[in-house]
């Protein structure tokens, strides 16, 4: 079974996720500890993936409705930016963030990225300048990582809570998840501004008689369908968020027992149902047809085997866990928790650079849990923090995504001086994530 991930692993890297991911699939039939049957049952029937399926392609109704123009438009036309071009800056990353977070990273990035070159051409500040250069990363990273982060259901999200559970055989509640990605997603943001404004020392001064203009009046109103989409988001949000919550403080209440039963597909399908049913002006909210042309079927289908790899690989049957634990531990005997955890977050912070995240995440996750608990000391803490370094991988166009999407901006950023930047900004934001995050998981975990 290493074997077979190992070479899943290369595939991955070198070459898809589609078809290195079928033949695994094979492969680990082929051992005859499952019949492709049942395989079928722990890897598309996961809980994890088919909940995928339905948010991805709610989160698409969403975007189409518009909600990400109107809440990054209504976070930058705020009076405060009036003259304050550090405040314009700041608003421009929350923005992002928020757009990240809430709805679309992608279509977030694209809307903040057309308003910097907007500002930047008004106030003569060339392409490959340092200002617009940070920004560009910038907005990506306070979008497309910090912002996609903060809600346990989405992407990088559901790859920890579905290798944790699969790994420890329990969950991580929704509320305690957020409790400590939505506060660290605004440090690492605000670390960024301030490496801006104090280390790089970003002369903004061309920018002091900025204004909110440039934003379209009606950008700001919100329409039938805005409004639909923000009431169906809130309460998807505050469903999947009560589902853990009630369990909690009120164990005996009837609606804690339904949503429990109903589970996290459950509420999507309620959700989802809603949007179809409701009526705009004639036109159902949701086209399903159209919305599901969002879902991501290579991630779908590299769920599909992660997933079922992590119990693989962790159970009994397998002996890796054991040989894990008896080879790694005597190396961490009578080092603290905290010199394990510099440890790992910094070799995957390394790794991640040149190796896909999400992958990444499943393999250390399969590692440390079983280390973790031989140390006597949970794992939780140790993996919200990777979920944020483990992200941080932009140190070239091959590292990641939203590198990809850096370095495709050739308009605007050089190459040879983005390296240099983000150097000591990855730095940077990787002792803040390890130095706060580490504390702050140790106290909600």
Same mark, same amino acid.
């Given at each position: ?46 809980? !994890? ?55 679309? #990273? ?7 990225? !057309?308003?910097?070159?907007?500002? $930047? ?20 990273? #306070? ?148 919305? #599901? ?33 008896? !080879? ?40 440390? $849990?079983?280390? $973790? ?15 944020? $370094? ?13 590198? #990809? ?41």
């Amino acid at each position: 079974m290493l074997g077979i991930f190992i070479g899943l692993i290369y595939a991955w890297t070198t070459t898809s996720l589609l078809w290195p991911t079928f033949v695994g699939m094979l492969a680990v039939v082929s051992t005859g500890i499952y019949t492709m049957t049942d395989f079928a049952k722990i890897s598309f029937g996961h809980e !994890t993936v088919v909940f995928m399926i339905l948010i991805t392609a709610f989160a698409t109704a969403l975007d189409d409705a518009g909600l990400v123009k109107f809440i990054s438009s209504w976070i930058i036309s705020r009076k405060i930016v009036e003259g304050r071009p550090w405040v314009f800056t700041l608003m421009i990353l929350l923005g992002a963030f928020l757009g990240g977070m809430l709805v679309n #990273a992608l279509a977030s990035v694209i809307f903040f990225w !057309t308003i910097l070159y907007s500002v $930047c051409k008004e106030f003569e500040i060339k392409p490959y300048e340092k200002y617009p250069s940070l920004m560009i990363l910038g907005i990506v990273f #306070a979008s497309m990582t910090a912002g996609l982060t903060v809600f346990p259901f989405r992407l990088t999200g559901l790859i920890v809570l579905g290798a944790v559970q699969s790994v420890t055989q329990s969950s991580i509640p929704f509320a305690q998840y957020i409790l400590f990605t939505l506060p660290m997603g605004l440090l690492l943001i605000l670390t960024y501004f301030a490496i801006m404004k104090f280390i790089f020392r970003v002369d903004l001064s061309r920018m002091n008689k900025i204004s909110v203009n440039f934003i379209n009046p009606q950008d700001l109103l919100l329409d039938k369908r805005q409004k639909c989409a923000a009431l169906l988001m809130a309460l998807m949000v505050v469903l999947l968020i009560s589902i853990d919550l009630l369990k909690l403080f009120l164990p005996d209440l009837g609606l804690t027992g339904l949503l429990g039963s109903w589970g996290i597909i459950g509420v999507m399908l309620l959700v989802i149902s809603l949007a179809l049913v409701i009526h705009i002006d004639g036109e159902p909210f949701m086209n399903y047809r159209s919305a #599901a042309k969002g879902i991501d079927w290579d991630m779908i289908y590299l769920f599909a085997i992660i997933l079922p790899f992590s119990t693989i690989l962790t159970s009994d049957v397998t002996g890796i866990k054991a040989f894990l634990i008896q !080879t790694l531990s005597p190396l961490f005997v009578g080092k603290s928790f905290v010199f394990f955890a510099a440890i790992v977050l910094i070799l995957g912070t390394l790794i991640t650079n040149v190796a896909n995240n999400a992958v990444l995440l499943v393999i250390f996750i399969n590692i440390c $849990c079983p280390i $973790c608990e031989s140390m006597g000391v949970s794992p939780i803490p140790l993996v919200m923090c990777m979920l944020f $370094c483990f992200q941080l991988a932009y140190m070239t166009p091959a590292a990641s995504a939203p590198a #990809a999407f850096v370095f495709g901006n050739t308009t605007w950023i050089k190459a040879s001086a983005m390296y240099k930047y983000i150097a000591i900004i990855l730095v940077l934001l990787f002792i803040v994530a390890f130095a706060v995050g580490l504390p702050l998981a140790s106290l909600i975990f």
